[in-house]
């Protein structure tokens, strides 16, 4: 028995061998009330655990299930992300950061400031994507951060389009109660 944190106990219910032969162990993640009072009285073997206790432990796999679906999605300019993306070394627009693969090659992401899909509309335009890490992209996504395009790492080649950092920051950021203060 081991406490993986709170109350939850990790048990084994395979044979583990060993020089000393085998052990009988019970594998399972639980947090069952039950578990933890059998725990308490000193009942750590499998077979000395109640019944009801060793049912209310689901040791099956989860099974996922498929369906088959149709959609339609915005076809990007993938030759223009790549584009901005080298000509700022992919290092996050708001945070310089560069995430190195263990191939060596850099990893960043392109984000459209003003999203593409509806209600937005935004055109898929170099003026409208920047640079980013998947930290930084996912706050720009859900509003968390808002920009601001004298602190965003610049290129004398890429120029931001200042119609949509405005838009970002009135229509996507939803700024915090900090703001207010």
């Known amino acids: 028995m081991h406490l993986l944190g709170g109350n939850t106990r990790c048990v084994t219910r395979e044979k583990i ?7 009988k162990v019970m594998v399972a993640l639980v947090a069952t009330r039950q578990l933890r009072l059998a725990f308490k009285k000193g009942k750590t073997h499998f077979y000395s655990l109640p019944d009801s206790v ?15 679906a149709t959609t339609y999605r915005i076809l990007r300019n993938t030759a223009l992300s790549q584009r901005i993306k ?3 070394q992919n290092r996050c627009q708001i945070c310089g950061f560069s995430i190195q693969l263990p191939d060596g090659t850099a990893y960043s992401e392109a ?22 890490c998947p930290n930084h992209h ?14 965003l790492r610049s290129h004398e080649i890429h120029q931001v389009g200042v119609e949509f950092v405005l838009y970002h920051n009135s229509e996507i950021y939803v700024g915090s109660e900090l703001d207010s203060s």
Request: hydrophobic content about 30%; charged content about 25%.
């Open 111 to 132: 984000h459209h400031i003003k999203p593409l899909g509806t209600p937005h509309d935004g055109p898929d335009i170099e003026q409208n994507i920047i640079v980013l």
């Open 17 to 23: 061998g060993t020089k000393k032969g085998y052990s």
């Open 54 to 68: 060793v049912c209310a432990c689901d040791f099956e796999t989860p099974t996922s299930t498929r369906i088959k």
């Open 86 to 88: 080298l000509l700022h």
């Open 138 to 151: 996912a706050m720009c996504d859900y509003g968390v951060v808002p920009l601001d395009i004298e602190r």
